[in-house]
Nanobody, 121 residues
Framework: QVQLVESGGGLVQPGGSLRLSCAVS????????MGWYRQAPGKQRELAAV???????NYADSVKGRFTISRDNVKNTVYLQMNSLKPEDTATYYC???????????????WGQGTQVTVSS
């Protein structure tokens, strides 16, 4: 059984920084893309950032230049460094990962439980 466990959310003032982590654990698997999504109250879940297995990254326009996604393939962990946070960044942040569970053949998307980020003075 595979789990994605997030950590690092919290309350921060505008202009501050937070670092989110998401670790994949469980039985034998292979990881392809990993990403961070966010969902504000009353809004749809949206992509914040994604990183491929080779390290190629892509960001939503709203976070470009402020957020940095990275991954540690040894630790099976993806990170989201968030700087210059704004009140509009307030949301529940979810990590996801495309996983191939051995011995199955297909990749499927798995989600973490979400971590709250609140940007407020």
């Amino acid at each position: 059984q595979v789990q994605l466990v997030e950590s690092g959310g919290g309350l921060v003032q505008p202009g501050g920084s937070l670092r989110l982590s998401c670790a994949v654990s469980g039985s034998s698997f292979s990881i392809r893309n990993m990403g961070w999504y966010r969902q504000a109250p009353g809004k749809q879940r949206e992509l914040a950032a994604v990183i491929t297995s080779s390290g190629t990254t892509n960001y939503a326009d709203s976070v470009k230049g402020r957020f940095t996604i990275s991954r540690d393939n040894v630790k099976n962990t993806v990170y989201l460094q968030m700087n210059s946070l704004k009140p509009e960044d307030t949301a529940t942040y979810y990590c996801n990962a495309d996983l191939l569970i051995i011995p199955y053949r297909d990749y499927n998307t798995y989600w973490g439980q979400g971590t709250q980020v609140t940007v407020s003075s």
